[in-house]
């Protein structure tokens, strides 16, 4: 499974930017999607992830109110809703595709497909 993520850039403080990730084909082995991001310097962060049947959704404590994600079936596509951002929320965002154990779904290595990352940059 090939992941194509999109929408990074660079936004001032308390703005807004969407990611969007892409999956080549729906598998069954596949049943969470989500997010995570590696500032320099920094380990690999659990973002947000999403359960692919039912859509349960997860976030980190750190974007949980600013942060929304969602997934079009259809399409096999996540989008990454981030408002509000910060200075900190800067970083290069993955974009991964898994079928972790609940109790594993904010552990990077618990996904086997990641996407080439998009980088995020907000300026204070």
């Known amino acids: 499974v090939q992941l194509q993520a999109s929408g990074g850039g660079l936004v001032q403080a308390g703005g807004s930017l969407r990611l969007s990730c892409a999956a080549s084909?729906?598998?069954?082995?596949?049943?969470?999607m989500g997010w995570f991001r590696q500032a320099p310097g920094k380990e690999r962060e659990f973002v947000a992830a999403?359960?692919?049947?039912?859509?349960?959704?997860y976030y980190a404590d750190s974007v949980k109110d600013r942060v929304t994600i969602s997934r079009d079936r259809a399409k096999t596509t996540v989008d990454l809703q981030m408002n509000s951002l910060k200075p900190e929320d800067s970083a290069v965002y993955y974009c991964?595709?898994?079928?972790?154990?609940?109790?594993?779904?904010?552990?990077?290595?618990?996904?086997?497909?990641w996407g080439q990352g998009t980088q995020v940059t907000v300026s204070s």
């Open positions: 999403i359960r692919w049947n039912g859509g349960h959704t």
């Open positions: 084909e729906r598998t069954f082995s596949i049943t969470y």
């Open positions: 991964v595709a898994g079928s972790p154990i609940l109790s594993s779904i904010r552990v990077p290595t618990a996904y086997r497909h």
